[in-house]
C-alpha cells in the first residue's frame, strides 16, 4: 500500500492581509499530480485544511474539487481528520456524501466512521478512535486522533465518576494512555498507522502555528506515540521533520506553503510512504514548488530600496523591506516603492539613531505568552511566574473550548 502525507494546507490564510487562495489553487492542481503520477492509494491529510473555523467560500469549493479530483470516481481513499484551526463538525459534515468518492472524515478523537464502502474500497471496522480500511486486498488499521483539546481528551478518556487523580495526569500521559487503548486494534496481518494533529517536544516550528501549548502542558514527548505504528502522519508543525525519540517513524509533513516570514528559507515537502503488513516502511520525500516565495530585503539606503523595488518590479514575491537610514521615509518614496512593487508587505525603517528600531520585532510575529511576559516584566519589574502564565493560558483555552473556536 502506497500512502501519502501531507497537512496544514491551511486554505484561506492570509499574509499581512493578502490572500494566499491563488498560491494554495496552483498547489492542490499540483498536488494532484503528485498523487497521479505516484500512484498513490490512501492520501492522509492530518488536519488544519483551513485556517479558521469558518472558511471563506473559494476555500472550502477548492478543498471539495481536490477531493473529488483525488478520488477518481472512488479509486482512491483520502482521509481527513481536523487540525486545531479546524471546526470538526463544519469539516465532517460532508462525510455521508463524501462516501461514494471514497473520502473519509474524522472530526474528533470520538468520531466513528460509519463502515461500509467507500468509492471501490471498503471501511470493514471502525470505533472511536480508529478505522480499518481495505485497499485491493490489503487492509490497514489506522488510529485517528485529530487535535485533542483538554476537554475533548477527558471526554474520550474519563468518565464522570473517574477519580480525579486520573484527570491530574500531564496531558502528554494523557495521549499514550489513549494511544495505548487504541493500539490494542493493531494486528500482525494488517498495515499499521496512526493520524494526529498534536505538538511534540523537540519538534522545530516556523512560525506561522497557532500554538496549542499550554505554557509547555500541551508537549507531548515522542515516547507517547504507538511504537506499535509502521509509520505516524502527525499535523501542526510546518516544517518537514521528524519527530525525535520515534525511530524516525513518525513525522511532519509541514505546510505546503511558505505562511510566514520565518519560513521563507524553509523546503516544502510532503511523504511517500511505501507500507506492508509487518515490514519496515519505505519512505520518500516529494520537495514542493514555491509559488510565491517570501524574501526579506535590507537595503543600505532608501535609494538602493527604489532601486531594489524597480529590478523586481516583474518578480513574484512577497516582500518585506527594511532600510537603513537616517531620517524618516517621506510617504513620495513609500509611494514610489510600493508603485514599483506592489507586494511589499512592510517597509520598515532602520533608523541609525534609533536602538530600538534596529532590534524591532512585528508584534505579529509574537505569541500571546511572549507578549504578556514582556508587559508583566516591564509592568512589575520582575519575571512572570512559570505558574502564573500556564493558568492564565490554560483558562484561555477552556474559553476557547467552550466557545467552539479552537
Same mark, same amino acid.
Given at each position: 500500500?502506497?500512502?501519502?502525507?501531507?497537512?496544514?494546507?491551511?486554505?484561506?490564510?492570509?499574509?499581512?492581509?493578502?490572500?494566499?487562495?491563488?498560491?494554495?489553487?496552483? #498547489?492542490?492542481?499540483?498536488?494532484?499530480?503528485?498523487?497521479?503520477?505516484?500512484?498513490?492509494?490512501?492520501?492522509?491529510?492530518?488536519?488544519?485544511?483551513?485556517?479558521?473555523?469558518?472558511?471563506?467560500?473559494?476555500?472550502? $469549493?477548492?478543498?471539495?474539487?481536490?477531493?473529488?479530483?483525488?478520488?477518481?470516481?472512488?479509486?482512491?481513499?483520502?482521509?481527513?481528520?481536523?487540525?486545531?484551526?479546524?471546526?470538526?463538525?463544519?469539516?465532517?459534515?460532508?462525510?455521508?456524501?463524501?462516501?461514494?468518492?471514497?473520502?473519509?472524515?474524522?472530526?474528533?478523537?470520538?468520531?466513528?466512521?460509519?463502515?461500509?464502502?467507500?468509492?471501490?474500497?471498503?471501511?470493514?471496522?471502525?470505533?472511536?478512535? #480508529?478505522?480499518?480500511?481495505?485497499?485491493?486486498?490489503? &487492509?490497514?488499521?489506522?488510529?485517528?486522533?485529530?487535535?485533542?483539546?483538554? $476537554?475533548?481528551?477527558?471526554?474520550?478518556?474519563?468518565?464522570?465518576? !473517574?477519580? !480525579?487523580?486520573?484527570?491530574?495526569?500531564?496531558?502528554?500521559?494523557?495521549?499514550?494512555?489513549? #494511544? !495505548?487503548?487504541?493500539?490494542?486494534?493493531?494486528?500482525?496481518?494488517?498495515?499499521?498507522?496512526?493520524?494526529?494533529?498534536?505538538?511534540?517536544?523537540?519538534?522545530?516550528?516556523?512560525?506561522?502555528?497557532?500554538?496549542?501549548?499550554?505554557?509547555?502542558?500541551?508537549?507531548?514527548?515522542?515516547?507517547?506515540?504507538?511504537?506499535?505504528?509502521?509509520?505516524?502522519?502527525?499535523?501542526?508543525?510546518? $516544517?518537514?521533520?521528524?519527530?525525535?525519540?520515534?525511530?524516525? $517513524?513518525?513525522?511532519?509533513?509541514?505546510?505546503?506553503?511558505?505562511?510566514?516570514? &520565518?519560513?521563507?528559507?524553509?523546503?516544502?515537502?510532503?511523504?511517500?510512504?511505501?507500507?506492508?503488513?509487518?515490514?519496515?516502511?519505505?519512505?520518500?520525500?516529494?520537495?514542493?514548488?514555491?509559488?510565491?516565495?517570501?524574501?526579506?530585503?535590507?537595503?543600505?539606503?532608501?535609494?538602493?530600496?527604489?532601486?531594489?523595488?524597480?529590478?523586481?518590479?516583474?518578480?513574484?514575491?512577497?516582500?518585506?523591506?527594511?532600510?537603513?537610514?537616517?531620517?524618516?521615509?517621506?510617504?513620495?518614496?513609500? &509611494?514610489?516603492?510600493?508603485?514599483?512593487?506592489?507586494?511589499?508587505?512592510?517597509?520598515?525603517? &532602520?533608523?541609525?539613531?534609533?536602538?530600538?528600531?534596529?532590534?524591532?520585532?512585528?508584534?505579529?510575529?509574537?505569541?500571546?505568552?511572549?507578549? #504578556?511576559?514582556?508587559?508583566?516584566?516591564?509592568?512589575?519589574?520582575?519575571?512572570?511566574?512559570?505558574?502564573?502564565? !500556564?493558568?492564565?493560558?490554560?483558562?484561555?483555552?477552556?474559553?476557547?473550548?467552550?466557545?467552539?473556536?479552537?
Amino acid at each position: 500500500m502506497r500512502i501519502l502525507h501531507t497537512g496544514d494546507w491551511h486554505l484561506g490564510k492570509n499574509l499581512e492581509g493578502q490572500s494566499r487562495m491563488d498560491e494554495q489553487e496552483a #498547489f492542490l492542481n499540483d498536488f494532484i499530480d503528485i498523487v497521479e503520477e505516484n500512484n498513490i492509494d490512501l492520501v492522509i491529510i492530518a488536519g488544519d485544511v483551513y485556517d479558521s473555523s469558518n472558511p471563506p467560500a473559494r476555500a472550502e $469549493k477548492m478543498f471539495y474539487d481536490t477531493l473529488k479530483k483525488l478520488s477518481k470516481n472512488g479509486e482512491r481513499l483520502t482521509l481527513v481528520i481536523a487540525g486545531n484551526h479546524d471546526n470538526p463538525e463544519r469539516l465532517v459534515a460532508a462525510g455521508p456524501l463524501a462516501m461514494e468518492h471514497g473520502i473519509i472524515m474524522v472530526g474528533t478523537p470520538k468520531t466513528v466512521v460509519q463502515p461500509g464502502q467507500y468509492g471501490k474500497h471498503r471501511v470493514v471496522n471502525s470505533g472511536e478512535g #480508529f478505522v480499518e480500511i481495505e485497499i485491493n486486498g490489503e &487492509k490497514s488499521v489506522i488510529l485517528t486522533v485529530p487535535y485533542p483539546s483538554e $476537554k475533548r481528551l477527558n471526554e474520550v478518556l474519563y468518565g464522570e465518576m !473517574d477519580d !480525579d487523580d486520573e484527570r491530574l495526569k500531564s496531558y502528554g500521559e494523557r495521549i499514550k494512555q489513549l #494511544f !495505548d487503548s487504541l493500539k490494542v486494534n493493531y494486528r500482525k496481518d494488517t498495515i499499521n498507522i496512526a493520524v494526529s494533529h498534536i505538538y511534540t517536544m523537540g519538534s522545530e516550528e516556523s512560525g506561522s502555528e497557532r500554538a496549542i501549548q499550554l505554557g509547555g502542558s500541551y508537549i507531548v514527548d515522542g515516547y507517547c506515540l504507538p511504537k506499535e505504528a509502521q509509520y505516524v502522519a502527525l499535523g501542526h508543525v510546518h $516544517k518537514p521533520q521528524v519527530v525525535p525519540g520515534t525511530n524516525k $517513524k513518525a513525522r511532519y509533513s509541514g505546510s505546503p506553503i511558505q505562511y510566514n516570514k &520565518k519560513e521563507r528559507n524553509t523546503i516544502k515537502k510532503c511523504f511517500i510512504v511505501d507500507l506492508s503488513a509487518g515490514k519496515e516502511a519505505i519512505i520518500n520525500e516529494v520537495e514542493l514548488k514555491i509559488y510565491k516565495p517570501i524574501e526579506l530585503w535590507a537595503c543600505n539606503s532608501i535609494d538602493e530600496a527604489i532601486e531594489k523595488c524597480e529590478e523586481n518590479k516583474e518578480r513574484e514575491c512577497w516582500v518585506y523591506l527594511e532600510i537603513k537610514t537616517d531620517r524618516y521615509i517621506r510617504e513620495d518614496e513609500i &509611494k514610489r516603492m510600493k508603485d514599483l512593487k506592489k507586494d511589499i508587505l512592510e517597509i520598515l525603517p &532602520k533608523l541609525n539613531s534609533d536602538v530600538e528600531e534596529e532590534s524591532a520585532i512585528s508584534i505579529q510575529e509574537k505569541s500571546f505568552e511572549e507578549i #504578556f511576559r514582556e508587559f508583566y516584566k516591564k509592568e512589575r519589574e520582575v519575571e512572570a511566574d512559570n505558574e502564573v502564565v !500556564d493558568l492564565l493560558l490554560r483558562l484561555l483555552n477552556e474559553e476557547g473550548d467552550d466557545s467552539e473556536t479552537n
